[in-house]
């Protein structure tokens, strides 16, 4: 009888043991938030709105001695700022046509014929930012340039 006693004993011993290690853990534990850390929501996907091609002349002390074309792809943030760029687009070209006459009336852009791309992309994307406000455009992609002699 006395076996039996000490066996009970220790059973319970054993399983009190069990129950508070059990309740002590999960006291440690961490309860999950939530939703309380949400992720961001990931960033717009870019979007590459493509301008008609936009023809240039060059002009010389009498008449136009060459004609500049360039195709661009402005690279905006998502569709809903691609529209926009496409609402605006009239005033854009015409922005794009003012810029690149300032840099070929003097000259700065041509050394010889060779024609320096970074400078018309800068004057490009800045004529952007004043025709569609600042942090739309941002990048000027030049697909072609081309020079054609009269």
């Not at 938030?33 to 002349?57: G, L, M, Q, Y």
């Not at 025709?131 to 009269?150: D, F, K, M, S, Y």
């Amino acid at each position: 009888m006395k076996k039996i006693i000490i066996m009970v004993v220790l059973l319970l011993v054993l399983a009190g043991a069990g129950v508070g290690g059990w309740f002590y853990y999960q006291g440690l534990q961490e309860p999950e938030a939530v939703n309380a850390d949400a992720p961001p929501p990931p960033p717009p996907h870019p979007v590459f709105v493509r301008i008609s091609p936009v023809v240039v002349p060059v002009i010389g002390n009498t008449k136009a001695e060459q004609f500049i074309t360039l195709v661009v792809s402005l690279e905006v943030d998502g569709d809903s700022k691609a529209a926009q760029v496409q609402e605006q687009m009239p005033r854009l070209v015409d922005a794009f046509i003012v810029a690149l006459y300032g840099v070929l009336d003097d000259e700065s852009v041509m050394d010889g014929k060779i024609v320096n791309i970074p400078l018309i992309k800068g004057k490009l994307k800045e004529a952007a930012n004043k025709a569609l406000g600042p942090g739309i455009v941002h990048q000027v992609l030049v697909q072609t340039l081309t020079r054609r002699g009269l």
